[in-house]
């Protein structure tokens, strides 16, 4: 299988507004072939099968969009954006091991395959490629951006861990939790774009903002989806974080909003030994009598409707209409 794909490939056709971007992905897809390479056989083995899973490059196809907002002229994006997609992948890797989970975007997670050991393993090495080729870009304050990036990603796995079947977690606390495991990351990739294309101070701010409401943004529409898509559309069974102990934003809300009696027939669902097809189709009914899913995704929209008013400060331009629909593309996707 070649590790090449196009837009087309990667985005569903209502989004082909992506194929605009097609030799961006074309260039960020060469950048990651030329640099998925360890004289450790396995390594390659699994960095490559994880590589090929479906994913669309959003995080370094935003860093490569963020330095051309703020006028980089030259062609080192390309090489450093990877690293958000190496980040990213070592992040599935462990999290597929911590949620023992047996599908990554509807083909056999990489651990079923090889085992915990070795994917945990595999995703460290990923981790510590990133490293070295950030390093590799001479930029102190790169560097430091995404150093303390990978520290709150770190504190952010440790507290979804603590809060893992809390029934009490407030909308607060869970999007700290999304803040620090997801978007923080997306709002690296656009801040490091603007550091690269030496914005000024406020432009910076403005590429991190927009990265950062995306993400959460992002994660919501996951939450939304989990309940409400399809396990063909979305690449992981519908129902998966009930099933893992997950305590999403639409359940949060029909938690917080039900009446004892609702409440109380939640709490037994969740808590119930085994989480079956009847068990998530009464959760999700309550949850559609509370308003859990409408509520998540309108919170998803007004997240991104603060990530868009950050992009004002750049005048019009095709990267900024390019960033706007890939806002738009975040809260309407099905995958």
Not at 252 to 269: C, F, G, K, P, W
Request: glycine letters at 6%; aromatic letters at 6%; a negative charge.
């Amino acid at each position: 299988m070649s590790l090449k794909s196009t837009a087309k490939d990667l985005t569903p056709p209502q989004y082909s507004f992506f194929g605009q971007l097609d030799d961006d992905l074309q260039r960020i897809e060469e950048e990651i072939k030329k640099n998925l390479h360890s004289s450790v056989p396995l390594i390659a083995l699994v960095t490559r099968y994880i590589m090929r899973s479906g994913g669309k490059r959003l995080r370094p196809l935003l860093m490569v969009l963020a330095s051309r907002l703020s006028n980089y002229q030259g062609n080192y994006q390309y090489a450093l954006s990877i690293v958000f997609e190496y980040l990213h992948a070592a992040t599935l890797l462990h999290d597929d091991v911590v949620d023992n989970a047996e599908l990554r975007r509807g083909r056999p997670s990489a651990n079923t395959l090889w085992g915990n050991a070795a994917v945990v393993l595999v995703g460290d090495f990923l981790l510590a490629t990133s490293f070295l080729l950030t390093v590799m870009s001479g930029d102190l304050k790169i560097l430091r951006v995404l150093s303390e990036t990978t520290t709150s990603m770190a504190e952010g796995e440790v507290l979804q861990l603590i809060n893992s079947d809390n029934l009490e977690i407030s909308e607060e606390d869970y999007i700290e939790v999304i803040t620090r495991k997801t978007a923080i990351l997306i709002s690296a990739a656009c801040q490091i774009g603007a550091i690269l294309g030496e914005a000024d101070e406020e432009q910076e701010e403005a590429m991190r903002r927009f990265g950062l409401n995306l993400g959460i943004a992002f994660q919501l529409r996951d939450d939304f989806l989990d309940y409400a898509g399809s396990e063909e559309e979305f690449g992981k069974p519908v129902g998966k974080d009930l099933q893992e102990g997950k305590i999403t934003l639409p359940l949060i809300h029909a938690l917080q909003s039900s009446d004892t009696n609702h409440h109380r027939r939640l709490v037994d669902l969740i808590t119930s030994d085994s989480i079956q097809e009847h068990t998530l189709d009464e959760v999700k009914k309550i949850m559609q009598e509370y308003g859990g899913l409408d509520y998540a995704d309108q919170l998803a929209n007004r997240y991104i409707a603060e990530a868009k008013s950050a992009l004002a400060i750049f005048p019009p331009s095709p990267t900024r209409e390019s960033l706007l629909e890939i806002a738009d593309y975040t809260v309407t996707r099905r995958t």
